[in-house]
Structure formats: C-alpha cells, structure tokens
C-alpha cells in the first residue's frame, strides 16, 4: 500500500511539473496557471501524505492531515488529484 502512495505521488508529481506548458508550448490564461498551482499543491500534499505513512502513522492520521494540506485544491474525502472547476 505505502510504496502505491509513493508511486502514485511521485507519479503525480511528474505529471505536475509537465502542466506548466500547455500542448502548444505555453500557457494562455490565468485559469491555467491556476490549474497548475492547484496540482503542485495536490502532488505536494499526496507525497507528504506518503511520508507520513512511510514514518508509521496511522492512516487516519495521515489522512487527516492530507485533507488540511489539500483544503481548497482537490476534490473529494481524499483530495482527488482533479482540481474544481
């Protein structure tokens, strides 16, 4: 289960840091770069989530704290890695 969380975090992390473009080499709008900024707050907050599974704690805990440091970007109980539109 850990070593998904890292994988998926890490993964999502990637695919954040390609975001900053869009397909045609550069972004238009403002809704874009805050799209963007809303994943690299959901990849951060996943992988710390990773981190403090990783340290021991417990699900809940870790979850608890994902739902604060996600507060406002993600969706849903465990901060689906969509942004609100």
Do not use: P
């Amino acid at each position: 289960m850990t070593h998904r969380v890292i994988t998926f975090a890490f993964a999502a992390l990637q695919v954040v840091s390609g975001l900053a473009s869009a397909a045609d080499g550069r972004r238009d709008s403002d809704h874009d770069r805050t799209a963007a900024a809303a994943h690299r707050t959901m990849a951060e907050a996943h992988a710390n989530a990773a981190k403090c599974l990783d340290g021991g704690s417990e699900e809940k805990v870790c979850h608890a704290q994902l739902a604060k440091d996600c507060k406002g970007a993600g969706i849903g109980k465990y901060c689906g890695m969509k942004h609100r539109h």
